[in-house]
T-cell receptor
Framework: GQQLNQSPQSMFIQEGEDVSMNCTSSSIFNTWLWYKQDPGEGPVLLIA?????ELTSNGRLTAQFGITRKDSFLNISASIPSDVGIYFC??????????????FGQGTILTVHP | NAGVTQTPKFQVLKTGQSMTLQCAQD?????MYWYRQDPGMGLRLIYYSASEGTTDKGEVPNGYNVSRLNKREFSLRLESAAPSQTSVYFC???????????FGPGTRLTVL
């Protein structure tokens, strides 16, 4: 099935460092989503992007919807220990026969050392 | 609002045993989904239900069956569990036309 390529697979950083991760697809999406999964929990939506070129912030998180509609980026500034978890990108094409289905990347495991 | 709830949270099965994972949502969402999560594989769609009364296969449906019991509930059944089905299973739901899928807390299943 269709897959998104998410990188890096894992990151080990010091508290206070900035983090960047990205997602690429072979096909276009009209919505990009970024989820975070805390250990032992289900994923929770962080940011949703709806327009090519859009740059959206949520606190220390900033995400961008790529111009080609085939990629997206997530940046976390000044990381803190509670940023630990798995970050997933997801692509969505609303309407038609999509029935709300999302296509997920493989995830980026983030570890933050105090 | 409880959101999306899943039972059980943990389960250990022997090969060949059967079980049903339960999922319920109280957000009046139309569509519901079952995923499995394995290390390095992300979230893979097993089955989904676009609306009450319909179900369709996702990316990895083999070895599973589902039932959309009503608008609130969507169950996943393993008829004859295999070690390859050891995984974390997530249920999710969405309001059609919306973009955010809401996830349950997951069921951690081990098949020995």
């Amino acid at each position: 099935g269709q897959q998104l390529n998410q990188s890096p697979q894992s990151m080990f950083i010091q508290e206070g460092e900035d983090v960047s991760m990205n997602c690429t697809s072979s096909s276009i999406f009209n919505t990009w989503l970024w989820y975070k999964q805390d250990p032992g929990e289900g994923p929770v939506l962080l940011i949703a992007l709806y327009k090519a070129g859009e740059l959206t912030s949520n606190g220390r998180l900033t995400a961008q919807f790529g111009i080609t509609r085939k990629d997206s980026f997530l940046n976390i500034s000044a990381s803190i220990p509670s940023d630990v978890g798995i970050y997933f990108c997801a692509g969505h094409n609303a309407g038609g026969t999509s029935y709300g289905k999302l296509t997920f990347g493989q995830g980026t495991i983030l570890t933050v050392h105090p | 609002n409880a959101g999306v709830t899943q039972t059980p949270k943990f389960q250990v099965l022997k090969t060949g045993q059967s079980m049903t994972l339960q999922c319920a949502q109280d957000m009046n969402h139309n569509s519901m989904y079952w995923y499995r999560q394995d290390p390095g594989m992300g979230l893979r769609l097993i089955y989904y239900s676009a609306s009450e009364g319909t179900t369709d296969k996702g990316e990895v449906p083999n070895g599973y069956n589902v039932s959309r019991l009503n608008k609130r509930e969507f169950s996943l059944r393993l008829e004859s569990a295999a070690p390859s089905q050891t995984s974390v299973y997530f249920c999710a739901s969405i309001l059609l036309g919306d973009n955010e899928q809401f996830f349950g807390p997951g069921t951690r299943l081990t098949v020995l």
